[in-house]
């Protein structure tokens, strides 16, 4: 099994408020998660996922956001950007001074 970041972010049509957001972060806390969009129209959370290819890490990561909006009790808003990154990959980001 490899260790993977999930980033994922949805899109609505209104912003978001802090305790929207902290209650999101505290959803997602025990998946290694932090989450972001305090004051934008945005909400996002990244999550560590154990899988063995990208695909399955996407949808172990797709599974825990979709979770933690629940948990959270926030509006469902569409998907609009996903980020998958291996620890390999990531490694090899932070070597490569990206």
Known sequence: MI?????????????MELDEVVELADAVASS????????????????????????????KGRERFVEAVAQAG?????????EVVSEDEDDDLERSGR
Do not use: H, K
């Not at 260790?3 to 912003?15: K, N, P």
């Not at 154990?50 to 399955?56: L, P």
């Not at 509006?75 to 950007?81: A, E, G, K, N």
């Open 32 to 59: 290694g998660g932090i989450a972001s969009g305090i004051g934008t129209n945005r909400y996002g959370a990244q999550v560590v996922v154990f899988a063995d290819d990208r695909e399955s890490a996407l949808e």
């Open 3 to 15: 260790r993977w970041s999930v980033g994922i972010e949805a899109e609505g049509d209104r912003i």
């Open 74 to 82: 926030l509006p469902v808003f569409p998907i609009v950007r996903v």
